[in-house]
Nanobody, 125 residues
Framework: QVQLVESGGGLVQAGGSLRLSCAAS????????MAWFRQAPGKEREFVSG????????DYADSVKGRFTISRDNAKNTVYLQMNSLKPEDTAVYYC??????????????????WGQGTQVTVSS
């Protein structure tokens, strides 16, 4: 059973920064790729960023490239999302996801992934 717990969300002004964390219970965390998705009100959940099991490969949605950085600490079973230069359009619930199938499914937001409960990020203008 995999449990993912996100933290670090909150209210921030435009141009500010937040760092999200996701702690995983999986004992084999280090062999799985991890991802962040987000869902804004009235919109579908969308891919934000992903990182390979080793941390050597990363992927970003065009909308966050250059502003967000994903990283992981396999010794702590934790993945992070550093979000800088935040914009009001970044407002959403952010979800951490463990991808059991491999890198090729990174951007797929389906039920085969393991999902956290989400953390709210609100960016005021």
């Amino acid at each position: 059973q995999v449990q993912l717990v996100e933290s670090g969300g909150g209210l921030v002004q435009a141009g500010g920064s937040l760092r999200l964390s996701c702690a995983a219970s999986a004992r084999t965390f280090r062999v799985y790729a991890m991802a962040w998705f987000r869902q804004a009100p009235g919109k579908e959940r969308e891919f934000v960023s992903g990182i390979s099991a080793s941390g050597g490969n990363t992927d970003y949605a065009d909308s966050v490239k250059g502003r967000f950085t994903i990283s992981r600490d396999n010794a702590k079973n934790t993945v992070y999302l550093q979000m800088n230069s935040l914009k009001p359009e970044d407002t959403a619930v952010y979800y951490c996801a463990l991808e059991p199938r491999g890198w090729g499914y990174m951007r797929t937001g389906d039920s085969a992934k393991y999902w956290g409960q989400g953390t709210q990020v609100t960016v005021s203008s």
